[in-house]
């Protein structure tokens, strides 16, 4: 019923810059959070940064001061603007959309990972 498309990854030299982009399309009700999360090789998946429908952002203390997240709520697009790359942001970025369904209840859907390689 919801489809995450994700796209913007790429290679890029340390200092540099992407922007990655998630649109959800299908049985998009309403949004509780949009956010990605990344996975390193070797290493687990970890938050990266969230934003809510109150319009809240929570980010990794390691991305802090240099990702930014952004929301078009009318087009469902979720937006990471990465700036500063560093070669530690190399990995496997995945939007993840949580969704309020009926009585309240939340349902996790997950894009299919864009791979973002930061290196000279």
């Known amino acids: 019923q919801v489809q995450l498309v994700e796209s913007g990854g790429g290679l890029v030299q340390p200092g540099g810059s992407l922007r990655l982009s998630c649109a959800a399309s299908?049985?998009?009700?309403?949004?509780?959070?949009m956010g990605w999360y990344r996975q390193a090789a070797g290493k687990q998946r970890e938050l990266v940064a969230r934003s809510t429908s109150a319009g809240s952002t929570n980010y990794a203390d390691s991305v802090k001061g240099r990702f930014t997240i952004s929301r078009d709520n009318a087009k469902n697009t979720v937006y990471l603007q990465m700036n500063s790359l560093k070669p530690e942001d190399t990995g496997v970025y995945y939007c993840n959309l949580v969704l309020v369904i009926s009585g309240g209840r939340s349902d996790d859907y997950w894009g299919q990972g864009t791979q973002v390689t930061v290196s000279s």
């Open positions: 299908g049985n998009i009700l309403r949004i509780r959070t």
